[in-house]
C-alpha cells in the first residue's frame, strides 16, 4: 500500500477531490492511504500563528520555521522512510517521470505553503523542492492535489486497465498521445479518420505513433516560441 501524507493548513481543500472517480476507488480498494497534518498544531505559540513579517522589510507574510519543521518531523515519525517534498514554484518542475519515480517510494510527504512562501530555513528539513509550473497559485494545496492524483492513478490495479496508464501522455519522456476519436463517427461534418474504422491493425499502430510523433514535434516548438 503506498502512503501519502499532506503538511497543509487546509485539511478540507482535499475532502471533496479524494471523495470522486480514481483517488475515492484506490483509497476505498486499499491502494493508497492519504493522511493531512494540520501544520497549525506545531505552532508554539497561544495564538498558533504559522506565519510573520519578513525581515529586511517587503509585501506579505511567510511561513514559519517552527510549526513547518514540527509538521515535517511528525511526518517522519509516522512514516520515517517518507520523501519529503516542498512545494514551491521555485522548485524542479513535477513531470510524469517525476510521478512514476515517487510510486516506487514508500510514502511521498507533501509540503504545502501559503503566504509570500516559506522561511529559507526549512529547505534543510525536506528532501526535494518541486514546482507545478511557473506560476503562482494562493497555495500549495492544489500542487499537492494535482501530484496525488498523478501518482494515484499510476500505482498497480488502480486504473480499470494497466494499460492505460502505460500510454499516458509523457510516458516516455517529451512525448504527447495520439489523437483519439469515438462514436459517432462523423460530429458536425467532421469524420474519424479511415485509418481508425479499417480494422487494420498495423496500419492503425502506424498511424497513431506517426500522429504522436507529430504532435510531440508542434509542442516541442510552441514551447520554443
Not at 521555485?90 to 513531470?95: A, I, L, M, V
Amino acid at each position: 500500500m503506498f502512503h501519502a501524507q499532506v503538511l497543509t493548513l487546509f485539511p478540507e481543500f482535499f475532502d471533496s477531490p479524494l471523495a470522486c472517480s480514481i483517488p475515492k476507488r484506490a483509497i476505498e480498494d486499499g491502494h493508497v492511504v492519504v493522511d493531512c497534518i494540520q501544520i497549525r498544531d506545531f505552532a508554539n505559540n497561544k495564538h498558533r500563528n504559522v506565519d510573520d513579517a519578513p525581515y529586511g522589510g517587503g509585501p506579505g507574510m511567510l511561513m514559519k520555521a517552527e510549526p513547518v519543521v514540527g509538521a515535517v518531523q511528525e511526518a517522519r515519525k509516522r512514516q520515517p522512510n517518507t520523501h519529503v517534498v516542498m512545494l514551491t514554484p521555485s522548485g524542479t518542475p513535477f513531470t510524469q517521470q517525476k510521478a512514476l519515480q515517487y510510486i516506487e517510494k514508500e510514502s511521498i510527504t507533501l509540503l504545502c505553503g501559503r503566504y509570500e512562501g516559506f522561511d529559507e530555513r526549512i529547505v534543510d528539513y525536506v528532501d526535494e523542492e518541486l514546482s507545478l509550473g511557473d506560476y503562482v497559485l494562493s497555495g500549495g494545496e492544489p500542487a499537492a492535489l494535482c501530484v496525488l492524483d498523478a501518482m494515484i492513478r499510476l500505482l498497480p490495479d488502480v486504473l480499470g486497465s494497466a494499460e492505460s496508464a502505460v500510454l499516458d501522455s509523457f510516458s516516455e519522456e517529451g512525448i504527447v498521445d495520439w489523437p483519439h476519436y469515438t462514436r459517432p463517427e462523423e460530429f458536425e461534418g467532421k469524420r474519424v479518420p479511415d485509418v481508425l474504422l479499417s480494422g487494420n491493425h498495423a496500419k492503425i499502430e502506424a498511424w497513431r505513433l506517426e500522429q504522436s510523433r507529430i504532435r510531440s514535434q508542434q509542442r516541442l516548438a510552441n514551447k520554443e516560441k
